[in-house]
Nanobody, 114 residues
Framework: VQLQASGGGLVQPGGSLRLSCAASGSFDSMNIMAWHRQVPGKQRELVAV???????NYADSVQGRFTISRDNAKRTVYLQMNSLKPEDTAVYYC?????????WGQGTLVTVSS
């Protein structure tokens, strides 16, 4: 299973970005899909998660600004990020649990700066 993340870039404070993460390979079901982020020198933190049943959970710091969604047919998870702040600057990683095995995608850098 491979994950391909895209959509990062440079954006001004208050702007928006949408990250995508497409899964490929052989698996039957995606149990959990999530986005994490990491700033150099800090631990990777969970940003948002969506389960196979559609349950959502967000970090307090992004609640109300970020939205996670999934397209099962495309095997893709998205992270819509609105009202971005400089403190959202990080490398964002997608993670899926497929057939009860966890996989990480490569990171995509999001920089929020004027």
């Amino acid at each position: 299973v491979q994950l391909q993340a895209s959509g990062g870039g440079l954006v001004q404070p208050g702007g928006s970005l949408r990250l995508s993460c497409a899964a490929s390979g052989s698996f039957d079901s995606m149990n959990i899909m999530a986005w994490h982020r990491q700033v150099p020198g800090k631990q990777r933190e969970l940003v948002a998660v969506i389960t196979a049943g559609g349950s959502l959970n967000y970090a307090d710091s992004v609640q109300g600004r970020f939205t996670i969604s999934r397209d099962n047919a495309k095997r893709t998870v998205y992270l819509q990020m609105n009202s971005l702040k400089p403190e959202d600057t990080a490398v964002y990683y997608c993670r899926i649990v497929a057939d009860m095995v966890g996989y990480w995608g490569q990171g995509t850098l999001v920089t929020v700066s004027s």
